[in-house]
């Protein structure tokens, strides 16, 4: 990796916008204790997309304990996730919610959003929050943070979840549905 990365931290991938509820993440890990933030930094990865001002400035304005990585390639998102002590996703919505798939793929544990299509990418395998409550992700955050064994055991959980989701199966799941239409 050409980054210098903290030995603990949690980690977020993002189109820096609004709807991926950036603003709220960094509210919450604002709200985290100050022995947790010195323990891990907050390191976020992701090509600015639209609206994305008032978020650089709050990343700026806390770059002690906040390191943005900017746009990373899949090797190095790879190295990210594996290296994570937890991935934090509370997005507003997603169409599929690939991100947190990745991160349970690197056997990282994962907190992220009880909605849209979150739920079931991750199934039982990660800790969820509400997207609109900043104390609630604070308090998830921390949650697995100060649990070695919530930690273990979502890893394990994590990497089992992962496996259901292959571009294997996915195509013959869409075969399936294509046959399945060509008979009726």
Same mark, same amino acid.
């Given at each position: 990796?050409?980054?210098? &990365?903290?030995?603990?931290?949690?980690?977020?991938?993002?189109?820096?916008?609004?709807?991926?509820?950036?603003?709220?993440?960094?509210? *919450?890990?604002?709200? &985290?204790?100050?022995?947790?933030? /010195?323990?891990?930094?907050?390191?976020i990865a992701?090509?600015?997309?639209?609206?994305?001002?008032?978020?650089?400035?709050?990343i700026?304005?806390? !770059?002690?304990?906040?390191?943005?990585?900017?746009y990373?390639?899949?090797?190095?998102l790879?190295?990210?996730?594996?290296?994570?002590?937890?991935?934090?996703?509370?997005?507003?919505?997603?169409?599929?919610?690939?991100?947190?798939?990745?991160?349970? *793929?690197?056997?990282?544990?994962?907190?992220?959003?009880?909605?849209?299509? &979150?739920?079931?990418?991750?199934?039982? *395998?990660?800790?969820?929050?509400?997207?609109?409550?900043?104390?609630?992700?604070?308090?998830?955050? /921390?949650?697995?943070? &100060?649990?070695?064994?919530? /930690? !273990?055991?979502?890893?394990?959980?994590?990497?089992?979840?992962?496996?259901?989701?292959?571009?294997?199966?996915?195509?013959?799941?869409?075969?399936?549905?294509?046959?399945?239409?060509?008979?009726?």
């Open positions: 990796l050409t980054f210098d &990365l903290p030995e603990k931290f949690i980690f977020s991938v993002f189109i820096i916008e609004p709807r991926k509820n950036l603003i709220g993440l960094l509210s *919450a890990y604002n709200n &985290l204790s100050d022995e947790i933030k /010195q323990e891990y930094k907050l390191v992701g090509f600015k997309g639209w609206e994305n001002k008032e978020i650089m400035q709050i700026e304005k806390n !770059k002690d304990f906040i390191t943005y990585l900017g990373i390639s899949d090797e190095e790879a190295a990210v996730y594996n290296k994570a002590s937890c991935f934090v996703y509370p997005s507003f919505y997603e169409g599929f919610g690939l991100p947190p798939l990745e991160a349970m *793929a690197c056997g990282t544990p994962v907190v992220c959003s009880n909605v849209s299509s &979150l739920p079931e990418v991750g199934g039982e *395998a990660v800790v969820y929050c509400d997207p609109y409550s900043v104390e609630d992700i604070k308090n998830k955050i /921390q949650l697995v943070l &100060l649990d070695e064994g919530l /930690q !273990k055991e979502l890893s394990l959980k994590g990497l089992e979840q992962a496996k259901k989701f292959t571009w294997e199966k996915s195509a013959q799941e869409h075969i399936k549905i294509f046959n399945e239409l060509l008979e009726t």
